[in-house]
Nanobody, 128 residues
């Protein structure tokens, strides 16, 4: 069964850090482009970051709002993706989702509906 499971969310103070994990089963993330998305209350889901498949060179892309603060990475041995989030702000509060799509394009060219597999989401709350 193909499955993505996020973890690592929680409550953190402004300026703090969290690391989100996206563990995959039934698919090898190495062959997939992976995206991290988030949805805040009352807002549409938006793309946060992505990383291309290893065959595509594994290039990364970030939304302007998180550049310099978030880092996406993969551990192929663990079949797990990560989103390292630093200098968190209250506006980063949202449910965060990882998603996967098989392909070798630059990950920034994929739109949300092209992602075939989605995790259940993990809540991140940034508040003092």
């Amino acid at each position: 069964q193909l499955q993505l499971v996020e973890s690592g969310g929680g409550l953190v103070q402004p300026g703090g850090s969290l690391r989100l994990s996206c563990a995959a089963s039934g698919l090898l993330l190495d062959y997939y482009a992976i995206g991290w998305f988030r949805q805040a209350p009352g807002k549409e889901r938006e793309g946060v970051s992505c990383i291309g498949s290893s065959n595509s060179g594994g290039s990364t892309n970030y939304a302007d709002s998180v550049k310099g603060r978030f880092t996406i990475s993969r551990d192929n041995a663990k079949n797990t993706m990560y989103l390292h989030m630093n200098s968190l702000k209250p506006e980063d509060t949202a449910v965060y989702y990882c998603a996967a799509t098989m392909g070798n394009r630059d990950c920034s060219t994929y739109v949300q509906h092209e992602y075939n597999y989605w995790g259940q989401g993990t809540q991140v709350t940034v508040s003092s």
